[in-house]
């Protein structure tokens, strides 16, 4: 029996070998801030761990030692032999590589590019510095499907050019919306362009995260965290207009010529638990139009506490003034095209200020809870009785579950805004609005290659106002509510190693602005009327698309085609409008519209004879027009084409910089085809303005050519860049042309 019971033992002892396990555990960073990682996968193939929210892992194999792959959305991949009683502390470094960049404004939460089932393009801080961009507005040009006009954001003809209304763009700053509450347009000058970590032009309906104004797209732009190093970066430019092209335009010539003047600094810090921004901004300018100017000031903080592995707490302050001068309209053809016309010179001195609170706790489960805010003030101090005050309030709590046995994600959340504007534009009188909505979107994964995407969105809108308003009569005694329910839905399938193909439908919904209901003012010979019987506009976009990325020899890019549909009901535009004696324009419902189209982008980097280059560049082609194109429609165009107005069929972009050792050279082009129709009354009343005669008389497509040369050093750069090189007139709106050439010198300084 003994014999036996040990022949048994000595059986067992491989099995008891085979069963013992081995323990693998570690921790996960960001390389540069030091932060701990969230949701990293750590594996080798058959087992592994994903890190919790002190960025740590364990997990148990029956190797004492495995190879294992550690990989997380946005940075580089990377592979490490685990040994069992180890406790390894990995760094991560984010990816250079465009294809890796993860994204938050597709699906309220970090997410591959690759797998968003819209186009999305990608601004890097970098480009902003190199091209000597001192406002955000400026940058987004470059962006292939995406025009400014007078800093109004137009993504694939979705808007043509409306003077102070509302846009169909929203654009965020981290996350949280921040259109002037009133007139729902951006003031670029609030956004903290020293401090931009990653800018993310969402193309097509977004309505149903992110509500009103989503109607035809997003930007949203994350600003920069502190690193576990100390920063501090300072940065000046000076700007020199030169001569325009017409020699009877250049009203300067006995003058200092107009000029451009700022500088920049921010400091970024890590202090134990708390993180510590700071950022400043000035700005003077002489502008290039006559007797205009603008001096500003901006100021901006951000703090981020850890109470806990798991909860913290950030409150940013951003405060911004200016005083400026600036006129809607030339003066004549000739003479005045960087003139005025008449009683069109609007002087401001402005103040404006954001308080963004927020906190963020992970629970026992995983799940993220985040409750975040902002609190917005605007005064505005005009000549011509144009005063005005307004201020917003908003927040949202937002809940993100990883539903791991689904393969799944969960976003929801409910939102609330609210609004109360007092200005002599809207007749001296308090006026409020405010919105509540509720949402949730759910990405499911069938497999290893497809994403499918559902959301719903329910919003509710309430005006209030007095029942007469710049003696208008107000529907519903200046009581409005209206709710819409709106949806989205979206694919995208995995064709192979960084090569996807995407669909999505998306309904979109936008409530007018206080603005568009209720401005009344005079600009010249011109009136602008309020229309309080403005409705809301409805919609949605349909894509499809394919991004494949590029790895040829030293070529590491992608190539990004799409096909677009877009429908609007009831859509909104600037249009010509003649009451009792006066004619101007207001804002109308001009009935459906249809715009289809496609777009190419290309980017990525390279390294050709061992100089490398990055390279954006993209071509979108429109083709805007009115369902029912009736006799009021084309008698308040200049075509007799259907085709929307203030549009351009062709826009062709790219921005091509190499360096050479320690030196940069760049070059930046756009293209954009005539702008067919316009509204008729500048040519109904020519003697005015003379829009039609140069319109007559000029080629109204233009071709803008920038170039840039620079030197990089350890801790500082300089660079030199001239803008509008062929100085050629370029006019993107009716009355208005941009700058000529001018030649600005830059200088970074980081230590």
């Not at 026992?364 to 917003?392: E, L, P, Q």
């Not at 506009?537 to 499809?544: D, H, M, N, P, Y």
């Not at 990525?604 to 194109?629: N, Q, W």
């Not at 803008?723 to 830059?746: F, S, V, Y």
Request: hydrophobic share 40%.
């Amino acid at each position: 029996m003994k014999n036996l019971f040990l022949i048994i033992s000595i059986l067992s002892l491989p099995l008891l070998a085979y069963s013992q396990t081995y323990t693998f555990e570690g921790v996960v960073t960001d390389k540069l801030s030091g932060e701990p990682l969230i949701g990293v996968s750590v594996t080798d193939g058959t087992i592994g761990a994903i890190t919790n929210v002190q960025g740590q892992f364990s997990f148990d194999s029956q190797q004492p030692t495995i190879d294992a792959t550690i990989s997380y959305v946005g940075y580089e991949q990377i592979y490490v032999s685990l040994q069992s009683g180890e406790v390894l502390d990995v760094q991560l470094s984010a990816s250079s590589y465009l294809l890796d960049a993860a994204i938050i404004t597709g699906n309220k939460y970090e997410t591959p590019i690759l797998e968003s089932v819209t186009s999305i393009s990608i601004i890097k801080p970098d480009l902003l510095s190199d091209a000597n961009i001192p406002s955000l507005d400026l940058a987004l040009d470059k962006i292939p499907g995406v025009q400014m006009q007078d800093g109004q954001a137009n993504i694939r003809g979705g808007s043509g050019y409306s003077y102070g209304a509302g846009s169909r763009v929203l654009v965020l700053v981290d996350e949280i919306s921040a259109l002037q509450a009133d007139a729902g347009r951006l003031n670029w000058n609030d956004v903290p362009v020293e401090n931009i970590a990653q800018v993310e032009v969402l193309k097509g309906a977004s309505s149903v995260l992110y509500g009103s104004a989503a109607l035809n797209g997003i930007i949203n732009i994350r600003t920069g965290e502190a690193g576990s190093v100390p920063v501090t970066r300072i940065s000046t430019m000076a700007k020199q207009f030169l001569a325009p092209a017409d020699e009877r335009a250049h009203w300067w010539k006995d003058e200092i010529a107009p000029r451009e003047f700022n500088v920049s600094a921010l400091h970024k810090q890590k202090i134990k638990n708390l993180d510590l921004i700071v950022s400043g901004f000035y700005g003077d300018t002489k502008d290039v139009y006559q007797d205009a100017f603008n001096k500003r000031y901006r100021l901006t903080t951000k703090l981020k506490y850890r109470l806990s592995p798991n909860l913290t707490a950030q409150l940013g302050v951003t405060y911004n003034a200016a005083n400026s001068a600036s006129h809607l309209l030339w003066r004549n053809a000739s003479t005045g095209k960087y003139g005025y016309l008449i009683n069109s010179l609007s002087t401001t001195e402005a103040s404006r200020i954001f308080f963004d609170p927020s906190l963020t706790y992970f629970d026992k489960g995983g799940n993220k809870h985040r409750f975040f805010s902002r609190y917005y003030s605007v005064t505005n101090i005009n000549n011509d009785n144009r005063s005005n005050t307004s201020n917003f309030a908003s927040g949202e709590y937002q809940f993100h579950r990883d539903l791991t046995s689904w393969n799944a994600n969960l976003t929801a959340g409910v939102t609330y805004s609210g609004v109360n504007s007092d200005s002599e534009l809207f007749g001296d009188t308090l006026i409020t609005s405010r919105n509540l909505a509720t949402y949730a979107q759910l990405d499911k994964k069938l497999g290893e290659r497809l994403l499918l995407t559902l959301g719903a969105r329910l919003e509710n809108n309430a005006l209030n106002s007095p029942p007469i308003v710049n003696g208008e009569l107000v529907p519903d005694n200046g009581n409005e509510q209206e709710t819409k329910a709106i949806f989205r839905a979206g694919a995208n399938y995995k064709l192979a190693e960084y090569s996807n193909l995407r669909a999505s439908f998306g309904q979109g919904y936008r409530y007018p602005t206080v603005t568009e209901k209720f401005i009344f003012t005079e600009v010249g010979a011109f009136t602008i009327f309020p229309n309080v019987n403005l409705r809301s506009e409805t919609g949605w976009s349909a894509e499809v698309g394919i991004k494949q990325g590029v790895k040829v020899g030293g070529w590491r890019g992608f190539v990004d085609v799409a096909a677009f549909l877009m429908e609007y009901q009831d859509m909104a535009e600037f249009g010509l409008a003649i009451e009792d004696t006066s004619f101007g324009f207001k804002s109308q419902n001009v009935g459906d519209t249809r715009i289809k189209g496609c777009e190419l982008e290309l980017g990525g980097e390279s390294s050709l004879f061992d100089i490398p280059i990055r390279v954006i560049a993209g071509y979108t082609y429109i083709d805007p027009k009115y369902i029912d194109f009736n006799t009021q429609l084309q008698e308040a165009s200049t075509s007799e084409e259907n085709i929307l107005k203030y549009r351009s069929r062709h826009n062709l972009k790219a921005d091509i910089q190499a360096q050479v050792k320690i030196f940069t050279i760049g070059l930046s082009y756009q293209y954009a085809s005539e702008m067919v129709a316009i509204d008729n009354l500048f040519y109904e009343f020519n003697d005015f303005v003379q829009v039609q005669l140069y319109r007559d008389n000029n080629d109204t497509a233009y071709q803008l050519f920038d170039a840039r040369l620079g030197m990089k050093l350890d801790h500082i750069s300089f660079s030199l860049h001239m803008n509008n090189i062929l100085n050629d007139e370029i006019m993107k709106r009716p009355g208005r042309l941009e700058p000529p050439k001018n030649i600005a010198l830059r200088l970074d300084y980081t230590f």
